[in-house]
């Protein structure tokens, strides 16, 4: 079982940046791939960026790849996200994620565990 809360969220303008971060809980961590996804209203759950288990290989969405930079402390159980040069249509609800071992990154579906969600808002 994996238990994980965000922090980091809230309101920036137009080109300015913001780190989310997600602590996890249990002692399996460094087995967990590790997932960020995002939310808004009236729209489905889309990936925005992972790091798997075995290797720390990243993977990011088209419309984040070269701005956002997912890592992870497999000592510290906790999983960042930095968002850098970020865009009005980067707001949403952002999620923290965690499937044990290796998992379709990009699918919500394929993992089990969910942070709560952290809201950032994007101002133009």
């Known amino acids: 079982q994996v238990q994980l809360v965000e922090s980091g969220g809230g309101l920036v303008q137009a080109g300015g940046s913001l780190r989310l971060s997600c602590a996890a809980s249990?002692?399996?961590?460094?087995?967990?791939?590790m997932g960020w996804f995002r939310q808004v209203p009236g729209n489905e759950r889309e990936f925005v960026a992972a790091?798997?288990?075995?290797?720390?290989?990243?993977y990011y969405a088209d419309s984040v790849k070269g701005r956002f930079t997912i890592s992870r402390d497999n000592a510290k159980n906790t999983v960042s996200l930095q968002m850098n040069s970020l865009k009005p249509e980067d707001t949403a609800v952002y999620y923290c994620?965690?499937?044990?071992?290796?998992?379709?990154?990009?699918?919500?579906?394929?993992?089990?565990?969910w942070g709560q969600g952290a809201q950032v808002t994007v101002s133009s």
């Open positions: 790091v798997s288990w075995d290797r720390g290989s990243t």
């Open positions: 249990g002692r399996s961590f460094s087995s967990y791939t």
């Open positions: 994620a965690a499937a044990f071992g290796t998992v379709a990154v990009t699918a919500t579906v394929g993992y089990p565990y």
